[in-house]
């Protein structure tokens, strides 16, 4: 068992408040749109969750809600990324158009 699967075992709440630091440094560079840092963002929580998922933990009804609305509120920052990447992507090819259209004349 890896070092950080013990860890996550031995101490569940440290993960979650990991998974919600993470998640505020999310909210962060969303609303800077560094995309490049939100991806490398989602990817330790992605990893944090892998990990979870392996070490065996067993949410308690005690805890479940506040798991739950830490979940919830990652959907939510990920379905904003979701949005702001279609509105990126949307602007580039908008704006690739225009480039093409002017190349021409």
């Not at 860890?7 to 709440?13: A, R």
């Not at 944090?48 to 939510?76: H, R």
């Amino acid at each position: 068992m890896g070092r950080d699967q013990i860890n996550i075992m031995n101490y569940p709440k440290d993960s979650l408040e990991q998974f919600n630091y993470l998640s505020s440094q999310l909210h962060n560079a969303l609303y800077k749109k560094d995309y490049k840092a939100a991806f490398a963002i989602t990817s330790e929580q992605n990893k944090l969750i892998k990990n979870f998922s392996k070490s065996g933990f067993i949410v308690t009804e005690e805890v479940k809600p506040v798991w739950y609305s830490a979940l919830k509120d990652f959907q939510k920052l990920r379905q904003n990324l979701q949005s702001d990447l279609k509105k990126l992507n949307n602007n580039t090819r908008n704006n690739l158009r225009r480039l093409k259209a002017y190349s021409f004349k």
